[in-house]
T-cell receptor, first 115, second 113 residues
Framework: NAGVMQNPRHLVRRRGQEARLRCSPMKGHSHVYWYRQLPEEGLKFMVYLQKENIIDESGMPKERFSAEFPKEGPSILRIQQVVRGDSAAYFC?????????????FGDGTRLSIL | AQSVTQPDIHITVSEGASLELRCNYSYGATPYLFWYVQSPGQGLQLLLKYFSGDTLVQGIKGFEAEFKRSQSSFNLRKPSVHWSDAAEYFCAVSSGNTGKLIFGQGTTLQVKP
């Protein structure tokens, strides 16, 4: 019974490169959330997706960041032209339904380091 | 706007002592409230949740939390702390009909032997 799987666990990029973070939700979960945890801070919501749809991207930076959750395959958080300030832990969570009372299950995160 | 405040950034308790971590929320409707725990380098594990009903909720690892609407609080408690409880604890409220979580800043718990 696999939980939420995120890969890679650690990712190192140089400034200006692209970072791709992947998230496979728990079996039976069709709702995916991405959060970012900056050093010494709590988690901040970024984006909420269902299969092939972005439902709420109110927490996404306006530029360089994008997310998708295709019909087949994992959800992808993409950061183009990374900068030092993108260094953070990125967490994916999934839930089975629309109701707010469905708790989210978290992956172990991707730690992104920008050189 | 919805928000969650955890007033204590760091707390140190002795092993075997009782623990209370504070959480205050601001939310217009009936809140869905959560406590998560994060060990270093790991993801978040759900400790307990409050949706409705009994205001005292039991969670895993011997934790409990009490929802107090009049105080807008959802404090986490444990009667006797174990060294393995050392971690960071996050209180969260579920926002609107999208289910996105709004987190507090977190409280780091240190346990003295």
């Amino acid at each position: 019974n696999a939980g939420v799987m995120q890969n890679p666990r650690h990712l190192v990029r140089r400034r200006g490169q692209e970072a791709r973070l992947r998230c496979s939700p728990m079996k039976g979960h069709s709702h995916v959330y991405w959060y970012r945890q900056l050093p010494e801070e709590g988690l901040k919501f970024m984006v909420y997706l269902q299969k092939e749809n972005i439902i709420d991207e109110s927490g996404m930076p306006k530029e360089r960041f994008s997310a998708e959750f295709p019909k087949e395959g994992p959800s992808i958080l993409r950061i183009q032209q990374v900068v030092r300030g993108d260094s953070a832990a990125y967490f994916c969570a999934s839930s089975p339904g629309l109701n707010s009372n469905q708790p989210q299950h978290f992956g172990d995160g991707t730690r992104l380091s920008i050189l | 706007a919805q928000s969650v405040t955890q007033p204590d950034i760091h707390i140190t308790v002795s092993e075997g002592a009782s623990l209370e971590l504070r959480c205050n929320y601001s939310y217009g409707a009936t809140p869905y409230l959560f406590w998560y725990v994060q060990s270093p380098g790991q993801g978040l594990q759900l400790l307990l949740k409050y949706f409705s009903g009994d205001t005292l909720v039991q969670g895993i690892k011997g934790f409990e939390a009490e929802f107090k609407r009049s105080q807008s609080s959802f404090n986490l408690r444990k009667p006797s702390v174990h060294w393995s409880d050392a971690a960071e604890y996050f209180c969260a409220v579920s926002s609107g009909n999208t289910g996105k979580l709004i987190f507090g800043q977190g409280t780091t718990l240190q346990v003295k032997p």
